[in-house]
């Protein structure tokens, strides 16, 4: 067939000839539209100044050519529509001889009647028609009306067309489209992801971790977050492709396998730049995270105190800022997923400007709840009672050492970022002493900067703990380098100089002749033990406890009543457990730092005495 419908009057027969020659060009399997289609679209239309149209198959294949005004062009009715979750397979283009590439609210409302795979508008722009855009628009779901959405991309030079994936997109959006009409939503659904890592300039090596070890904890990560993984991809370059990441030809040969195994989600192990991640989507044609938008979102779901959800939506904004001006072609993220979930989400998709502002507010209410931890802080320490925090690799067994050791029912379970918000309890220790402990949200190799700045506050109470106790998973391969990894992040908020009690946790999933305990405990302040099983943890107070011992103390001080002031400088500077009035002077017992009873020393009384 080869029938030029629409409005022919005044059209000579030698331009009519060259739109029938449309029919014989066919676009490659994959391609959204030909720089080639393009430009002869163009040329035409400058000629004859009319908007022109093409249908072309999934196949690539053109089977209508149409013509119209010089504003619009009527479009042929879409045969061989198929169920409420597919779309036509026909994609529409046509040209605009204004030069504007964005779509026309008539050309939105054709997509939608006529669900079209996409909607494609090539901005002519004369004489250099290689200078011409295009924008195109897809339906990407539908609302609670169950009226179709849809979202407009570009504009795009040609080149950047020719670099996306369209099948993808296709596939991406008839998936989505399914789901929502469906008994099973979008968000409930388990995505199907492909992780990919790289190994650049032994980048890796130097943390002491391998290529295969990184993709393995990302596909915990990716489990912890809902997604099922089916493929991993790894390679190693000489450094990452300013681009693609891993090299325009490797993104081909992913978005191929994508197309194949019907993939919602790639997922790379390291964090791309806001291009890299718009490149990639745009060529394979499905939504692309990295490794920190992966932590991100699943801190996203672990947060439930409203301080949790104000630092997890500070350190969203704060990674979305610098991407919010280009997020690609995510066309799934009206239904939700991994990646679009959290207290921030509803701020994606609003300008700079209001997310900066959005920042500055919740900076103001983080340092209002900062403030209230450090009059907090300020009560313990005037009460000279000694802080002890929990630090470690996520999933190490922290919450569960807090539950074992105060008797507690916080969350803990064996996965990553079980538990996010702090959780302080009382810890009572062999030598009647009382002591504050703190869990705190765990470590994990290359943790997102954004993380470490939005949760300062929190971390502050790692800062200021007395003691710190280190957990680490000894039964875990890669203990060491999990151990490193966490002094690199206590080294990052300036905590690595504190007393810390290295905590060999979980002893019992070694081999019963296992020689490894022994030489653990044999390390200067570190101890084997198991939280589950309630393995050594008497030794472990204990140790804690000698740990203390040297920083509080309680003793009976005798004032005379002629130095009001010492009196007074004791109240204020330590907790008065007891009072009494003596003909010599007024006699206290007070909880106090160690470091400050050399100021009052020449007061020391005994505690019998009267």
Same mark, same amino acid.
């Given at each position: ?8 009057? $005044? ?23 030909? /720089? ?29 050519? /149409? ?69 195109? $628009? ?81 596909? %915990? ?7 099922? @993984? ?28 994508? %197309? ?15 291009? %890299? ?25 672990? /947060? ?52 900066? !502002? ?33 630090? $470690? ?56 900067? %954004? ?22 998973? @000894? ?39 296992? /020689? ?46 002629? !130095? ?20 010599? $002077? ?25």
């Amino acid at each position: 067939m080869s029938e030029i419908l629409g409005n022919l009057k $005044g059209i000579r027969n030698s331009v009519i000839e060259e739109l029938k020659t449309l029919y014989d060009m066919k676009l490659s399997s994959g391609q959204l539209l030909s /720089a080639e289609l393009a430009l002869k679209l163009a040329d035409i239309t400058e000629f004859i100044n009319r908007e022109v149209s093409v249908y072309i198959t999934r196949s690539g294949q053109i089977i209508r050519v /149409a013509v119209g005004s010089n504003e619009t062009v009527e479009l042929p009715a879409v045969e061989g529509r198929r169920g409420s979750s597919r779309l036509s397979g026909i994609r529409c283009v046509h040209t605009h001889p204004n030069g504007t590439p964005s779509l026309s609210g008539v050309d939105i409302s054709a997509l939608k009647a006529n669900r079209f795979d996409c909607m494609i508008a090539i901005g002519v722009t004369a004489p250099d028609y290689t200078q011409s855009t295009l924008g195109f $628009g897809m339906i990407v779901g539908m609302d609670e009306n169950e009226q179709f959405v849809v979202e407009n991309y570009g504009p795009l030079t040609m080149a950047e067309a020719e670099t996306i994936y369209f099948p993808n997109l296709v596939t991406t959006v008839e998936r989505i489209l399914e789901k929502q009409t469906s008994s099973t939503s979008l968000a409930q659904a388990q995505e199907r992801a492909v992780l990919v890592g790289m190994e650049y300039n032994g980048m890796l090596n130097t943390l002491g971790w391998t290529i295969e070890d990184s993709v393995e904890e990302l596909k %915990q990560l990716a489990d912890t977050a809902g997604a099922q @993984v089916v493929a991993k991809f790894m390679q190693k370059r000489p450094k990452p492709d300013p681009a693609f990441f891993i090299g325009k030809g490797k993104i081909q040969e992913l978005a191929l396998f994508v %197309q194949q195994e019907n993939i919602d989600l790639c997922i790379f192990d390291d964090e791309l730049s806001p291009a %890299q991640q718009r490149n990639i989507e745009q060529a394979m044609g499905i939504r692309v995270l990295d490794r920190t938008a992966l932590i991100l979102d699943i801190f996203a779901q672990r /947060a439930s105190t409203n301080e949790g959800k104000l630092q997890v939506e500070l350190a969203q904004l704060q990674y979305n800022l610098p991407r919010i001006m280009g997020k690609g072609l995510s066309l799934s993220r009206l239904g939700g997923g991994i990646g679009t979930r959290g207290p921030g989400e509803t701020k994606l998709e609003v300008d700079r400007r209001r997310i900066r !502002d959005r920042i500055a507010y919740i900076k103001e209410c983080i340092g209002k709840v900062k403030s209230v931890r450090t009059l907090h802080r300020a009560g313990r320490n005037k009460a000279s009672v000694p802080t002890v925090s929990l630090v $470690g690799y996520t999933n190490a067994g922290k919450s569960t050492l807090l539950n074992t050791l105060t008797n507690s029912d916080i969350y803990a379970k064996d996965q990553l970022f079980a538990t996010l918000d702090p959780t302080t309890r009382q810890l009572d220790l062999p030598n009647k002493q009382q002591a504050i402990l703190t869990d705190t949200v765990g470590f994990i190799q290359r943790l997102p900067h %954004q993380l470490v700045a939005a949760f300062q506050s929190t971390l502050e109470e790692v800062v200021e703990a007395d003691v710190l106790l280190h957990v680490i998973d @000894v039964s875990h391969e890669l203990y060491k380098e999990q151990s490193n990894a966490v002094y690199h992040v206590l080294d990052q908020i300036g905590a690595k100089d504190k007393t810390i009690i290295t905590v060999y946790n979980k002893i019992d999933k070694l081999p019963a002749d296992s /020689a490894l305990p022994a030489r653990l405990a044999q390390e200067e302040n570190s101890i084997c033990i198991s939280a589950k099983a309630n393995i050594n943890l008497d030794k472990l107070l204990e140790l804690i406890a000698e740990n203390l011992k040297l920083k509080a103390v309680e003793e009976y001080f005798l004032i005379p009543y002629s !130095d009001s002031a010492t009196a007074a400088r004791l109240h204020n500077v330590g907790t008065v457990l007891e009072q009494e009035y003596l003909a010599e $002077g007024t006699k206290l017992k007070v909880r106090l730092a160690a470091d400050q009873l050399g100021e009052f020393e020449k007061y020391l009384s005994k505690g019998e005495e009267n």
